[in-house]
């Protein structure tokens, strides 16, 4: 079987077996490409060939280069566990170090002053005003992505249980817990939200919903409106806000990994960053030595 028809059933397994995102499928054919167009068929490709990929992508940043040797280990992968190939050659491919850029933080203050004129600009009854109070009371009381958030459908929002089904990256589902606060915000917003749609947040476009870019702009704009500057504020950073301020208030962090649908624990431990000295502080406090002396 030739490599490009190996790269298709790779990327087919990956959507049936792993729940892989549409974009994360697309990525993924982009690298393997890319690889081929350096190795000829991937499938036979040894590991001297796979080691002088470094030198050949050096034009690309370390995240990119990783991310491309992470599809390949992952075709290989695939290849001897399926009996195509014998032997794994990906220990050839290089090993970029990469550092996960830490999120861009928002303090409890400049949080407030969004909830604050989304809250007094409710007060109009208008109906996009309530829709922005639904929005960014979501967003940061219950730490959704952007995706989650305006694809939401109705029916994830219970009426007689604090929280909400959400399903996630790989369409893995979870339930997320919704403060007070933010169930009078949707109550608010379902009585004035027209229409038979079966999203929460709908819209007249072709995806029936309200759209990550209008989101997006949506929330910046309200940044603006109260006094923040609005390059530092995005539907991200409040999920980042929600994420941080829950950690610093003692959430734990295998908790935190479910409320924020991480697959890995090592994505939500980019959270500690802000919170060692706090963290050092409860060890001191909490750990059955603390205070007591040594011998």
Known sequence: MAGEDLAERFLAVLAVERGAAANTLAAYRRDLAAAQAKLGDLASAEGPALAALGEAWSDLA??????RCSALRQFYGFLVDEGLRKDDPSGSLPKPRTRRPLPRLLSHEEVERLLVLAEEEAVSGRSDALRML??????????LRASELVSLPVAAVPRDAPFLHVTGKGGQQRMVPVSGRARQALSRWLEVRRGQSRFLFPSSGASGHLTRVRLFQLVRALALRAGID??????HVLRHAFATHLLEGGADLRVLQTLLGHADIATTQIYTHVESSRLVELVNARHPLAGKRGS
Do not use: D, F
């Open 230 to 235: 609005p390059t530092r504020v995005s539907p």
């Open 62 to 67: 370390a995240s990119s280069l990783a991310r």
């Open 134 to 143: 639904a929005l960014i009371e979501l967003l940061y009381g219950s730490g």
